[in-house]
T-cell receptor, first 113, second 115 residues
Framework: AQKVTQAQTEISVVEKEDVTLDCVYETRDTTYYLFWYKQPPSGELVFLIR??????QNEISGRYSWNFQKSTSSFNFTITASQVVDSAVYFC??????????FGTGTRLQVFP | NAGVMQNPRHLVRRRVQEARLRCSPMKGHSHVYWYRQLPEEGLKFMVYLQKENIIDESGMPKERFSAEFPKEGPSILRIQQVVRGDSAAYFC?????????????FGEGSWLTVV
């Protein structure tokens, strides 16, 4: 069965701190895709990244980086030098043979000035 | 959010009224997904539709909920005789292909409040 676990319900940091959001997934498929989305207080879902199961290279985009490790079924997300605008709920998601997404329960990140 | 359009953004209904939520997918997309986000929870898959077909409705409540994606026009998620527990944000997403691996963009959501 497919499952995505985001064990951290809420994280609070002070601006400029680095923060890592954890994501652990379960799937029996060998081909799958992992996603991260951001949901700011305004409510919309903002796509951040998609990664396929055959590409374990880490990715960096500005202050954001992602660490994909198949050995531990994890796809963690790190924000470097956090800013107040990073405050949001972050969702990790998994898709298998269709584009149907299985979401984790989300991690609420609060960045204080 | 790459052009998935949902309306209305906010909808208030009294109990037992009907709610209709509309989703226009991105241009060229023929696959639509509906998700529900209950307050303080993650998103849960409801239904996956292709033009004129329901492909997967495993996440739809058995009663009062229905969805369609006609040949012409937007996809509609219909909730009959709404109850307070239906209050949630309903998100629509679209993709161009049934095969997975597409970047999935979501609409801005429709917030339903049942009073």
């Amino acid at each position: 069965a497919q499952k995505v676990t985001q064990a951290q319900t809420e994280i609070s940091v002070v601006e400029k701190e680095d923060v890592t959001l954890d994501c652990v997934y379960e799937t029996r498929d060998t081909t799958y895709y992992l996603f991260w989305y951001k949901q700011p207080p305004s409510g919309e879902l903002v796509f951040l990244i998609r990664r396929n199961s055959f590409d374990e290279q880490n990715e960096i985009s500005g202050r954001y980086s992602w660490n994909f490790q198949k050995s531990t079924s994890s796809f963690n997300f790190t924000i470097t030098a956090s800013q107040v605008v990073d405050s949001a709920v972050y969702f990790c998601a998994l898709s298998e043979w269709t584009d149907k997404l299985i979401f984790g329960t989300g991690t609420r990140l609060q960045v204080f000035p | 959010n790459a052009g998935v359009m949902q309306n209305p953004r906010h909808l208030v209904r009294r109990r037992v009224q009907e709610a209709r939520l509309r989703c226009s997918p991105m241009k060229g997309h023929s696959h639509v997904y509906w998700y529900r986000q209950l307050p303080e929870e993650g998103l849960k898959f409801m239904v996956y539709l292709q033009k004129e077909n329901i492909i997967d409705e495993s996440g739809m409540p058995k009663e009062r909920f229905s969805a369609e994606f006609p040949k012409e026009g937007p996809s509609i998620l219909r909730i009959q005789q709404v109850v307070r527990g239906d209050s949630a944000a309903y998100f629509c997403a679209s993709s161009s292909d049934r095969v997975s691996g597409n970047t999935i963009y979501f609409g801005e959501g429709s917030w339903l409040t049942v009073v």
